[in-house]
C-alpha cells in the first residue's frame, strides 16, 4: 500500500511515522508513505499557496493551483508505476472538520485501498473547488477544529495501517480490538496476579480457554453497555447473547 500526504508542514510527520508501528511497516516494505509539500507544486516567484478570501473576513486561504497540481502529480506518478495493483482512482481525501466522520469501519474499509491520497488543509480551509472537483472523500476525526488537517492525517494513517495484513505481528493482532466486533474490548490484566490487593478475575486464571472466551465476551458487552449503549444497536449477537444481554439492560435499569 502506498499513501501519499499532502501538507504544508512536512516536518510535523517526522516523529510519528518513523516510531512503532508505522515505521515498522515500512521497515517490512509492506507500506509506504509519500510526504509531499504542496508549496513545492506553487509555480508563482513567491511559492504563494495562501490568499485572502474573496468576500473578506478571517483565515487565509488555501489556493486550488498548487493542489491540483500536487495531486496531478502523484496521481501520474502511480499510473507510471509498476506496483502490482496500482490505480489511478484510488481516494483523494480532504480532510475535514465538515467531513463524514472517521471510524474503524472507515479504516477497514481504507486499509484495502492500494493508494490513498490525504489532504491537509491550513490556516482559514481550503478553496472550495478543491473539495468539489478534487477531492472524492471528506473525512473529519471529530467534531472539533484542528489548526490543520496533518494531525487528522496522523490519526487516519496509524488506524489504517495497523489493519493492513502483515503489518501487526500475531500477538498483536487488531480482531480483538475495540470497535472491531461493534463492541469495546474486555477488560485486561498481565503479572502481577495480584496488586495493591486488586486481584485478577478468577476465570483468567483458569487455563480453560472455553471460560476465559465467554467472561471475555460477558466483560466486553457488558463494558459496551455502561460506556457506549449506542454501539450495541449494530453489533451481532448469538440468540443467547440477545437474551444475556436484555438481562443485564433490565438489571442495568434497576
Ligand atoms: C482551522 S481548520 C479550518 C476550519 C474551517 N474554517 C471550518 O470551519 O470548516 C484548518 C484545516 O485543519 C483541518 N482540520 C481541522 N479540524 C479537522 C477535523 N476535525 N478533522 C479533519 N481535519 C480537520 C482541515 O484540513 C482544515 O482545512
Not at 495501517?161 to 498481565?190: I, K, W
Request: a negative charge.
Amino acid at each position: 500500500m502506498r499513501i501519499y500526504v499532502l501538507t504544508l508542514f512536512p516536518k510535523m510527520f517526522e516523529g510519528p511515522f518513523s516510531e512503532s508501528v508505522l515505521g515498522r511497516a515500512q521497515d517490512k516494505g509492506i507500506v509506504e508513505i509519500v510526504i509531499r509539500n504542496i508549496r513545492d507544486y506553487a509555480t508563482d516567484r513567491h511559492r504563494t499557496v495562501d490568499d485572502y478570501p474573496y468576500g473578506g473576513g478571517a483565515g487565509m486561504v488555501m489556493k486550488p493551483e498548487p493542489l491540483f497540481a500536487a495531486v496531478e502529480a502523484v496521481r501520474k506518478e502511480i499510473a507510471s508505476g509498476t506496483e502490482e495493483g496500482a490505480t489511478e482512482d484510488g481516494p483523494i481525501i480532504l480532510l475535514t472538520p465538515q467531513g463524514r466522520l472517521f471510524s474503524q469501519k472507515s479504516a477497514v474499509t481504507l486499509a484495502a485501498e492500494k493508494e490513498l491520497i490525504l489532504i491537509c488543509g491550513h490556516y482559514g480551509g481550503v478553496d472550495e473547488r478543491i473539495r468539489e472537483h478534487l477531492a472524492t472523500d471528506e473525512i473529519s476525526i471529530g467534531d472539533y477544529v484542528l489548526s490543520g488537517g496533518e494531525l487528522a492525517a496522523m490519526v487516519i494513517v496509524d488506524a489504517v495501517v495497523r489493519l493492513v495484513p502483515g503489518v501487526l505481528g500475531s500477538e498483536e493482532s487488531a480482531l480483538g480490538d475495540s470497535h472491531m466486533s461493534g463492541l469495546l474490548q474486555h477488560p485486561l490484566y498481565t503479572r502481577p496476579q495480584s496488586f495493591r490487593g486488586w486481584d485478577v478475575p478468577q476465570p483468567l486464571l483458569s487455563g480453560n480457554h472455553a471460560q476465559i472466551a465467554r467472561w471475555r465476551r460477558e466483560q466486553s458487552i457488558l463494558r459496551t453497555l455502561k460506556r457506549r449503549p449506542d454501539l450495541l444497536e449494530n453489533a451481532l449477537f448469538s440468540p443467547q447473547e440477545k437474551r444475556m444481554v436484555e438481562e443485564m439492560r433490565r438489571d442495568a435499569s434497576k
